[in-house]
């Protein structure tokens, strides 16, 4: 017999009552989903014909734990909340069997450690990853884990919230059984000869939890990851959830655990780390490209130029195990490119992190060549050669006459015009941009730069190719800088107004750090080199004459202090240190440099350095996303914290401008605009309007 509701499927077979969870994509406990396992466990109890239960999921999960869509939201706490639905799954005469497979997380392990007993089918993610959601796990896992499979194995999946495969929890206490075949086909005899036995079915809260020094032991816990998360609450307070139960038994851990969920679900840093979690999902979703467009079959990757990008740009597909055909246009460079490669992965062996026999297998994926014929077979071909319009267009008149009809041509420029590159094809449909982040082989962050001919399927398959090499790909528009150094232009700027009215290097690096980035504008500066953006500066006066600038970057520039490369910059080095150390003669040439200006120099507090600095990714995000060159906030939110270094408890730019208040940044702005300087700051309509009517970005 089978009834379904709209989340869950009851049927029973021989005599088992079997509930599966149906809520796509992952099972996620949604309030329909609660109803539905309360009612199957009501019915299977109330049917004679029944003698046990079995819980399991439809598709690829079990389940992915509580539907964080739900999240503050009334329906999150609608009854039966996943405690109630737990209790009936405890307090259940006939004895209930969770049958995992493929994915048990958060609320969905928590349900399974409710059931009398689990059996799992190997290669099964168990995890309880609330911690990384800013949460702790607020269904009785902090209280029945460490019952399962002990106080400092459930201690450490907890607060780490990383995944272990099902296998190697076979013997931790945790499974009744591990599935040999089909999981479901043994669950049901699981249950049907569990319900030959006699007496209560076994609860795990009823289990002791043993450890010879468990104060000991969880106070030194507290102490190691206190020091380690002082930007997160959550870690600490699920030691401390987990030490309640220890300590004062089970019920009331359980309580202090709801008690902590409760404040944990509020704060700023959760709300932040929830938003990067579906920013980074949400990203991979181009409004106007649907889900199903057919993706154009990507087995041979080229890369043109073995530079630093392009040896990074490299190393993603062969960590990836995709073979690259690698051109150069001299031997020696093409050497020097291939030394560089294997000499990362020489590091990392060096660390342990990578064996020889891998780093020969990756080695072995280069095809080096310095003959454009041996890319005739290419699928995806990456150029990333000098940043130079002429360059480019050589490159891409070659291309066109050497690829296959339907190769991607992708250029990696970080500044240039990507139609204009387009139109150096008879194929602009076939070109975009795939921005990589230097060092392209660590940097997670991937501007994928859509030209006005960019065809929707070359799109959709540079978007999952970013995901088969483990990078968040944000889609921008074409415009001078795309999204994030776009933004990062206006941050620059007002970091140097605020020198010329009165700060100093190391004041401003100190109080944008201890806001959260991981290192502020001139330390940044000194390590990019400074005349990268001396030379954009140089750039900038010809095209926009108008955008004024203080110039005090380029008498820096003037004087060779390109930054660590040079061995001065903002900062002096030590030879061969890299530690930034504050230079008297910067900062009197800064002082100089004012009184020449004819600027009064004033204190300068840190909130103001913090607003001007963040403020300014805000407003000018906002115009970007008025002129649809990023479709969503959360896409701008997502450059910036896995491309700049953007404190990821604030949740990105926008995110942190919603949670001052649009109606307060507004404030702020326009009080700059008031102040010297203040003609940067064009406050844009949409975060005006916004702070009018109380809108937010995201
Ligand atoms: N709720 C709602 N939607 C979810 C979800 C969830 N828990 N997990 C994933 N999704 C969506 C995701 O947004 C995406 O949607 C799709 O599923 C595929 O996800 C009380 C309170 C489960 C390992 O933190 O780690 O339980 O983009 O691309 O790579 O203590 O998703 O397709 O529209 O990641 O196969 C705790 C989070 C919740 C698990 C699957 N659970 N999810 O990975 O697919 S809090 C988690 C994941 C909780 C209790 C507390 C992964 C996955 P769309 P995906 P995947």
Known sequence: MVVDNAAVKYTTRDGVAVITLNNPPVNGLGHATRTGIVEGIARANSDAAVT?????????????????????????????????????????AKPVVAAIHSVAMGGGLELALGAHYRIAAPGAQIALPEVKLGILPGAGGTQRLPRAIGLEAALNMIVSGAPVPSEKLAKSGLFDAMAQGDLLDEAVAFARKAADKQGPHPLVRNRKIEHPNAEGFLQFSRNTVGAMSKNYP?????????????KQGFDKGL???????????????????????????AASKIPDVPSSTPMRDIQKIAVIGAGTM????????????????????????????LATIRKNYEAQVKKGKLTQEKLDARMALISPTLSYDDLKQADLI???????????????????????PGAILASNTSTLDVDKIAAFTKRPQDVVGLHFFSPANVMKLLEVVRGKDTAKDVLATVMQVAKKIRKTAVVSGVCDGFIGNRMIEQYVRQALYMLEEGALPAQVDRAI???GFAMGPFRMSDLAGNDIGWAIRKRRYQEHPDMKYSKIADRLCETGRFGQKTGAGWYDYKAGERAALPSKLVDEMIVAYSKEAGVERRKISDEEIVERLVYALANEGAKILEEGIASKASDIDMVYLTGYGFPLWRGGPMLYADTVGLYNVARSIRRYAQQPNGDAWQIASSLAERAENGGSFN
């Open 255 to 281: 309580a202090y655990e709801r008690e902590c969920f409760v404040e944990l679900v509020q704060t700023p840093e959760s709300h932040a780390l929830r938003h990067a979690f579906f920013g980074e999902r």
């Open 382 to 404: 990456i150029e990333a050669v000098f940043e130079e319009l002429g360059v480019k267009e050589q490159v891409f008149k070659r291309l066109d006459e050497v690829a296959k």
């Open 513 to 515: 750090e201890k806001f």
């Open 52 to 92: 046990a239960i079995v819980i399991t999921g439809a598709g690829k999960a079990f389940s992915g734990g509580a539907d964080i869509t739900e999240f503050n939201t009334p329906k999150a706490t609608q009854e039966p909340t996943l405690h109630t639905v737990i209790k009936e799954v405890e307090k259940s």
């Open 310 to 337: 392009g040896g990074g740009i490299t190393m993603n597909f062969l960590n990836a195990g995709v073979p690259v055909t690698l051109l150069e246009t001299k031997q020696e460079a093409l050497d020097r490119g």
């Open 234 to 246: 959550a870690p600490v307070k699920c030691i401390d959830a987990i030490a309640a139960g220890v």
